[in-house]
């Protein structure tokens, strides 16, 4: 086990106790050039963090350093299945202590956040009302309504996280007996702004209705505490927390887990299966909830690297971390708040808490034309469209539901309005000067325009050759 123990992969990256609060933390692709459309070539700046972060060479690290040790999981009689099969369990048992799991809590491995969150879906016992707010990301807006049985009620986008709390309280006060869930993302992917979970937690419990949150964009940014922030259920991807091996988690309550079908059907989630003598098969499912829930050959890399981002996060010092991200945040807020033509995005107001992920629109400007120039001419990585969250982005923009968020739309005329964002994500690994850069090239396109001209292809802005 020796040579796979994180402190001998990584101690050159792994910050000491005294490390400078402002330190970002090393990950991969911090010093890769790109080309410019105008000539020359600069750093790549990775502002695109919501929508997946660069891997933490600490991460990266930890897994060359298990690579050749790799083999299968809970199916093999070899040495290295069964050193795959521990640092699998290891890293279970590493999540649940960095997401404060209570001891029945229990960890699954999934894909994504959305593929944990179809997972809850698929079990939610017959007849549950489902609560969701119409802001949402479509990862947690849409799973529920294909669940069997379930009755989905939108809450409409509240403007406060009071009025959040309020809403949901009225809506659970008046909902049918039976099972209930609330589905509650942690910070927005749109505007970054954190939702009163906690708060929401208590108003579900009060109504007994049980509560999943949607850590995607907050895990990254902030310590998630199931047991503190009393919410029954948490997913996240690994891929938006340092760590893109194609893994991500659902971790829990398990008894609902425990009582449905599993999600999959196939090796590993069995405890036997016999032929009957009528031809059919007799199927006896495991009971133990990740088993159940986990069929088919695990991730163990995936789930490996999500594991190494825990242990770098909370090494590193989580609240270090989350103090410089505010710094940048204020930063860049301070700094878009001096360009008059900028709007940035928000529902609950210019004082709410938020991560470093920001949505802005530039008056006179198709956003998919800003964040292609932003690109082509200054080597910057942006999102721009309506982030899979389009009812929350067309409330935020005032657009009409059916009018297109086509990317390759005309520049909207001064006052018109725009069809889409431009956001603005980043994290642990994000030095100050992509900051400094971003700002400097968004006041430069707001005063003086592209330098180069762009065409639509296949919906998308790019540089006309
Ligand atoms: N929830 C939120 C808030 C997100 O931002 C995202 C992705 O952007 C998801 C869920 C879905 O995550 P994934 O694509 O990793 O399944």
């Given at each position: 086990?020796?040579v796979?123990?994180?402190?001998?992969?990584?101690a050159?990256v792994?910050?000491?106790?005294e490390?400078?609060?402002c330190?970002?933390?090393?990950?991969?692709?911090?010093?890769?050039?790109v080309?410019?459309?105008?000539?020359?070539?600069?750093?790549?700046?990775?502002?695109?963090?919501a929508a997946s972060?660069p891997?933490?060479q600490?991460?990266?690290?930890?897994?060359?350093?298990?690579?050749?040790?790799?083999?299968?999981v809970h199916?093999?009689?070899?040495?290295?299945s069964?050193?795959?099969?521990?640092?699998?369990?290891?890293?279970?048992?590493?999540?649940?202590?960095?997401?404060?799991?209570?001891?029945d809590?229990?960890?699954?491995?999934?894909?994504?956040?959305?593929?944990s969150?179809?997972l809850l879906?698929?079990?939610?016992?017959a007849?549950?009302?489902v609560?969701?707010?119409?802001?949402?990301h479509h990862?947690?807006?849409?799973p529920?309504?294909?669940?069997e049985?379930?009755?989905v009620?939108?809450?409409a986008?509240?403007?406060?996280p009071e009025q959040?709390v309020?809403?949901l309280?009225?809506?659970?006060?008046?909902?049918?007996?039976?099972?209930?869930l609330?589905?509650v993302?942690?910070?927005s992917?749109?505007?970054?702004?954190?939702w009163p979970?906690?708060?929401?937690a208590?108003?579900?419990?009060?109504?007994?209705?049980?509560?999943?949150l949607?850590?995607?964009?907050?895990a990254?940014?902030?310590?998630?505490?199931i047991?503190a922030?009393?919410?029954?259920?948490?997913a996240?991807?690994?891929h938006?927390?340092?760590?893109?091996?194609g893994?991500g988690?659902l971790?829990?309550?398990?008894?609902?887990?425990?009582?449905?079908?599993?999600?999959?059907?196939g090796?590993?989630?069995?405890?036997?299966?016999?032929?009957r003598?009528?031809?059919?098969l007799?199927v006896?499912w495991?009971?133990?909830?990740a088993?159940?829930?986990?069929?088919?050959?695990?991730?163990v890399?995936?789930?490996?690297?999500?594991a190494?981002?825990?242990r770098?996060?909370?090494e590193?010092g989580?609240?270090r971390?989350?103090?410089?991200?505010?710094?940048?945040?204020?930063?860049l807020?301070?700094g878009?708040?001096g360009?008059?033509?900028?709007?940035v995005?928000s529902?609950?107001?210019?004082?709410s808490?938020?991560?470093?992920?920001?949505?802005?629109?530039?008056q006179g400007?198709n956003?998919?034309?800003f964040?292609?120039?932003l690109?082509a001419?200054?080597?910057i990585?942006?999102?721009?469209?309506?982030?899979?969250?389009?009812?929350?982005?067309?409330?935020?923009?005032?657009?009409?539901?059916?009018?297109p968020g086509?990317?390759?739309?005309?520049?909207?005329?001064?006052?018109e309005?725009a069809?889409?964002?431009?956001r603005?994500?980043?994290?642990?690994?994000t030095?100050d000067?992509?900051?400094?850069?971003?700002?400097?090239?968004v006041t430069?396109?707001?005063?003086t325009?592209?330098?180069w001209?762009?065409?639509?292809?296949?919906g998308?802005?790019?540089?006309?050759?």
């Amino acid at each position: 086990m020796t040579v796979i123990s994180p402190a001998t992969a990584t101690a050159a990256v792994t910050p000491s106790a005294e490390a400078d609060v402002c330190t970002p933390l090393p990950v991969l692709g911090r010093d890769v050039r790109v080309p410019l459309v105008t000539g020359g070539e600069v750093t790549y700046a990775a502002l695109d963090y919501a929508a997946s972060a660069p891997a933490l060479q600490r991460v990266w690290d930890d897994v060359a350093a298990y690579a050749p040790y790799y083999g299968s999981v809970h199916r093999g009689a070899g040495y290295l299945s069964q050193l795959s099969t521990d640092l699998f369990e290891q890293s279970r048992a590493t999540v649940a202590e960095f997401l404060g799991c209570r001891p029945d809590d229990e960890v699954i491995f999934t894909r994504s956040t959305t593929d944990s969150l179809n997972l809850l879906a698929s079990v939610l016992p017959a007849g549950t009302q489902v609560y969701v707010f119409d802001t949402e990301h479509h990862a947690s807006l849409l799973p529920w309504q294909r669940a069997e049985g379930a009755q989905v009620t939108w809450l409409a986008a509240p403007r406060t996280p009071e009025q959040a709390v309020a809403a949901l309280d009225v809506a659970l006060h008046g909902a049918p007996k039976g099972p209930k869930l609330v589905c509650v993302t942690g910070a927005s992917n749109v505007t970054g702004e954190v939702w009163p979970v906690r708060k929401l937690a208590a108003a579900a419990h009060r109504h007994g209705a049980r509560i999943v949150l949607d850590a995607a964009q907050l895990a990254p940014h902030h310590p998630v505490d199931i047991a503190a922030l009393d919410v029954d259920w948490v997913a996240f991807s690994g891929h938006k927390l340092y760590a893109p091996f194609g893994a991500g988690v659902l971790a829990g309550r398990p008894d609902w887990l425990r009582e449905a079908e599993p999600y999959l059907a196939g090796g590993g989630a069995t405890r036997k299966v016999a032929r009957r003598a009528d031809g059919t098969l007799d199927v006896e499912w495991h009971t133990s909830v990740a088993a159940r829930h986990e069929a088919g050959s695990p991730n163990v890399i995936g789930a490996y690297a999500i594991a190494a981002a825990c242990r770098a996060l909370t090494e590193a010092g989580f609240d270090r971390l989350v103090a410089r991200e505010r710094q940048l945040l204020g930063r860049l807020r301070e700094g878009l708040a001096g360009i008059p033509e900028v709007r940035v995005l928000s529902l609950f107001g210019e004082h709410s808490e938020r991560v470093g992920v920001l949505s802005f629109v530039v008056q006179g400007w198709n956003s998919s034309h800003f964040a292609a120039a932003l690109s082509a001419e200054y080597g910057i990585g942006v999102r721009d469209g309506l982030f899979c969250a389009h009812p929350l982005v067309r409330t935020l923009l005032d657009a009409e539901p059916d009018e297109p968020g086509a990317c390759g739309a005309p520049d909207a005329a001064p006052g018109e309005r725009a069809l889409n964002a431009i956001r603005v994500s980043f994290g642990a690994g994000t030095p100050d000067e992509h900051i400094t850069r971003f700002l400097a090239a968004v006041t430069t396109l707001v005063r003086t325009g592209a330098q180069w001209t762009y065409r639509t292809e296949n919906g998308r802005c790019v540089p006309a050759r």
